[in-house]
């Protein structure tokens, strides 16, 4: 593909790290294998056959991360998408590899985040389980913890992330690289094929081109 268009990352914790990118236009996905660096040439694959019954609502996907799920579950990857114009997050077991659940979001621990959810670009964890970051396109972050179910909204300069502000009308999607922890790395990406990085130590740097020396085989999927 010429251009990461249409595209929604997300992290994968279960086994060796990975980002999976769904193209929400041919309902396809690949798999980016973080110790590897790289894709795999059998992708990208259809979703069908491969995500269960998440599969039909990819083309809804607006964003996606990895936290801890309800009970003692842990490794789950919360997947917000539009069904019937209603904003749902689906429940997709990492350990077992298929849905737990599917709700309304404002009838989940996410609730909070549904007068947002047209906004939101990415999400990526502060500190596990309960802390939350979450980009919105209208230069502006929100902390969440879910726990106490607090939501603070700062600016994106208070945030460290002012670089982005010129941007905000090409953001696209965003997804945490978390090998190794004390180093994380989020990413976000833009429509015109660049990126921002930001780890945890460092400030925003960016954009830089998606080529395949920084993401091998995700342009020429």
């Known amino acids: ?75 789950t990857l919360w997947l917000f998408y539009y069904q019937d114009n209603t904003p749902m997050v689906c429940e997709y077991s990492q350990d077992s590899d298929s849905v737990v659940s599917s709700k309304p979001v404002s009838q989940t621990k996410w609730a909070a985040l549904h007068p947002h959810f047209d906004r939101i670009v990415g999400v990526r964890w502060i500190s596990e389980p309960n802390q939350f970051r979450v980009l919105l396109r209208d230069n502006f972050v929100l902390d969440f913890n879910v726990l106490f179910n607090r939501l603070t909204k700062l600016s994106l300069q208070k945030a460290g992330w002012e670089k982005l502000e010129k941007y905000k009308d090409s953001l696209m999607t965003a997804v945490l690289d978390d090998t190794p922890a004390f180093h994380s790395t989020f990413y976000i990406f833009l429509t015109n094929g660049q990126y921002f990085r930001h780890q945890s130590i460092d400030a925003l740097t960016g954009p830089f081109d998606v080529n395949e020396g920084n993401w091998p085989g995700l342009r020429s999927n």
């Open 1 to 75: 593909m010429p251009k990461l268009k249409n595209t929604v990352a997300v992290d994968w914790r279960d086994g060796k790290d990975k980002i999976y990118f769904f193209f929400k236009d041919t309902e396809t996905y690949s798999r980016f294998d973080i110790a590897a660096n790289g894709i795999l040439p059998e992708y990208p694959k259809s979703v069908y056959g491969n995500w269960g019954e998440f599969a039909p609502h990819v083309k809804n996907l607006r964003f996606g991360f990895t936290g801890a799920g309800n009970g003692h579950a842990k490794d």
